[in-house]
């Protein structure tokens, strides 16, 4: 289908991508994080310190990081699996029992002895979120653990339809681990989407679509104004220095843009109606991206579909994920 054809992005064509996701089986890796949530409220400052005192209501842990895009792509009706580390701890046990009853298997999850699972406690009062503490180790997976991922994703590629790449720069993703899954997924002939880290930007080269948000972009690209003239720039420098097909980038209430082959680019204006919390905003973004091109949807149809995604989920408090149908009704009434 042509993609500068309009009947390529209307609800209907857009509509039908979403009711083949259930066909889409995406493998995700990447670093896995718990997300913990401390719920209360302040009545009072601390006497011992200029701070808020939380009178804490509720705690709460939820699947973040690349554990979260499987959790949308199950979310979303499709299948999904997914590839990373945690460490032998309370917070690993918890996360694996969050994983447990989605997955299919186990072999994906690695177990490091010497790194803790990587955790972000978030406090939160008044629906405003007051501190943010983060327990993790940034260094890189031993060569025998990277080894284990690549043989896991190996004997999965047979069933997969697209392979995702979550990378929250907190260990999993290498250059070598990068070389070898761009390789494979050349390979199968199947796409390879990243969540970039500036930092890490030189493994990605020759993936199908790198997704960074605005400020990524503009220092991928060592450029330094975040206006529309720099984004384009920064579209093209990166795309073009990477080799890949497609560079979507993320701007928040800006929406998104979209820079493909021959210097095409296309802009699309956020779907969000109110913003209370983009957690995990990235994470939604990717997941329907890929069910979208694993089910044969253009970039740009991609791009749509996980606009109106990432428009619903930032609408919610925490790490959500979308339905469905609910992307059928911001589709049909966006």
Not at 120 to 136: F, G, L, M, P, W
Not at 152 to 159: A, F, G, H, I
Not at 180 to 199: F, G, Q
Request: hydrophobic fraction near 40%; charged fraction near 25%; include cysteine.
């Amino acid at each position: 289908m042509d993609v500068n054809d309009d009947k390529a992005l209307t609800p209907r064509t857009l509509r039908r991508y979403i009711q083949r996701f259930p066909q889409a089986s995406v493998l995700v890796v990447g670093d896995l994080i718990l997300d913990h949530y401390v719920v209360g409220k302040v009545s009072r400052i601390s006497p011992e310190a200029p701070v808020p005192v939380v009178h804490v209501e509720s705690e709460s842990v939820r699947l973040g990081g690349a554990a979260n895009v499987f959790n949308n792509i199950l979310a979303l009706g499709g299948k999904a699996d997914v590839c990373g580390v945690i460490g032998a701890d309370e917070s690993g046990r918890l996360l694996m029992k969050e994983l447990g009853s989605k997955r299919s298997s186990r072999g994906g999850v690695v177990i490091d002895q010497d790194r803790p699972t990587t955790r972000k406690s978030r406090v939160i009062a008044h629906n405003q979120q007051v501190v943010r503490y983060d327990v993790e180790a940034r260094r890189e997976l031993k060569t025998s653990l990277q080894r284990k991922i690549l043989r896991y994703v190996e004997s999965r590629l047979r069933d997969v339809s697209c392979l995702v790449v979550s990378d929250y720069a907190k260990g999993v993703v290498s250059a070598p681990l990068m070389s070898e899954l761009t390789r494979l997924s050349a390979l199968r002939r199947i796409p390879l989407i990243v969540d970039p880290k500036v930092e890490h930007f030189s493994y990605y080269k020759g993936v199908t679509v790198i997704t960074p948000n605005h400020l990524e972009a503009i220092q991928a690209s060592g450029l330094h104004r975040d206006d529309d003239q720099s984004i384009n720039e920064a579209g093209a420098i990166i795309r073009q220095r990477l080799g890949c097909r497609s560079v979507l980038i993320t701007r928040g209430e800006k929406g998104m843009s979209l820079y493909e082959g021959d210097g095409a680019s296309w802009h699309l204006p956020t779907q969000a109606k109110q913003v209370y919390d983009v957690t995990g905003a990235g994470d939604t973004v990717i997941a329907t991206l890929a069910l979208a091109l694993s089910v044969g949807a253009t970039v740009r149809q991609g791009a749509m579909l996980a606009n109106h995604a990432a428009g619903i989920v930032v609408g919610m408090v925490g790490t959500a994920t979308v339905s469905p149908e609910q992307l059928m009704e911001a589709v049909e009434h966006g």
